[in-house]
């Protein structure tokens, strides 16, 4: 059976999300059913027996299915995708949810740190993690692409992570970046007064005190348009900080550390990541694997 691979309720013309109105109806009325008292249960018999289409001849749905239409915050609107429920309809029907299914576990420092941090590779978009009945966690994309091949989970991603971080404690030249060379290119008005100066100096009798004048504003010229490369110093930053660190455990991440030094985690398709430093310098934890 062909999966749908955009949120119901949405259509895709080129790189823009525009809505489906009979869908948005739907959506809707999923929205004041639930708050009026119905069970998601309730709620998906109802849509089954009326034959509402979920996406092209399929028209079973399941509570599984109404509850990701109640939790999806896309619908609220945002960069990407337009409105199609009031915020204060979508914040109270979540809260009704989680209400009746018990208080919500708070996501962990680790958990909440990652949500912010981690990015996928091939859309851009942060990660998600969601509990399958609280039995598996799973690692997803939030921007509704299939991110990864391989199922991630809380252990496969946190040590993957940690082979980088430890890494790079015990090798803290890994995240230097090369000392390149300046590519200085004078500007327009940089290189025409260069020009006068060359024509002032060939004349039969150059005037020696103006043009040592204008000689010296165009040095302080240049020196002012040249741009000193910061990640340089932030390098030494970081070589120095892994150099000093000390960490309590090294099977457990230390937040406050990668705070300081990490500024992305990048997922790749097949379940890697990348670490991008605060310096831009990124490492793979294949990398550090194969160099191990």
């Not at 932030?234 to 990490?262: A, H």
């Amino acid at each position: 059976m062909e999966l749908r691979r955009i949120f119901y309720g949405y259509r895709k013309d080129q790189f823009e999300y525009y809505v489906v109105p009979e869908e948005a109806l739907v959506i809707q009325k999923i929205f004041r059913d639930y708050l009026s008292g119905c069970t998601l249960l309730e709620i998906a018999k109802e849509l089954t027996a009326k034959e509402i289409s979920y996406y092209k001849d399929k028209t079973q749905w399941t509570k599984n299915m109404v509850c990701r239409i109640i939790d999806n915050e896309h619908y609220c609107g945002d960069e990407e995708y337009p409105r199609i429920v009031d915020g204060e309809i979508f914040d109270k029907a979540v809260k009704q949810k989680a209400e009746k299914g018990g208080v919500r576990e708070k996501d962990t420092e680790e958990v909440a740190y990652l949500k912010a941090t981690t990015v996928c590779e091939t859309c851009g978009k942060h990660f998600t993690r969601k509990s399958k009945y609280k039995v598996r966690e799973r690692w997803l994309c939030m921007g509704g692409c299939p991110a990864t091949t391989k199922y991630l989970d809380d252990p496969l991603l946190f040590s993957r992570i940690q082979t980088v971080m430890n890494a790079v404690k015990n090798q803290p030249y890994l995240v230097m970046l090369p000392r390149e060379e300046s590519r200085y290119v004078p500007s327009k008005d940089i290189r025409l007064k260069d020009r006068q100066i060359k024509f002032m100096l060939t004349e039969a009798s150059p005037m020696f005190h103006p043009i040592m004048k204008m000689i010296h504003e165009n040095v302080t010229d240049k020196f002012s348009e040249m741009s000193i490369d910061p990640s340089a110093s932030v390098s030494d930053e970081l070589f120095d900080l892994f150099s000093e660190y000390e960490p309590e455990d090294e099977q457990v991440l230390d937040i406050p550390f990668m705070k300081k030094t990490v500024s992305a985690i990048i997922i790749q398709p097949d379940a890697n990541i990348r670490i991008r430093f605060i310096n831009d310098k990124e490492i793979g934890n294949e990398e550090v694997c194969d160099n191990g």
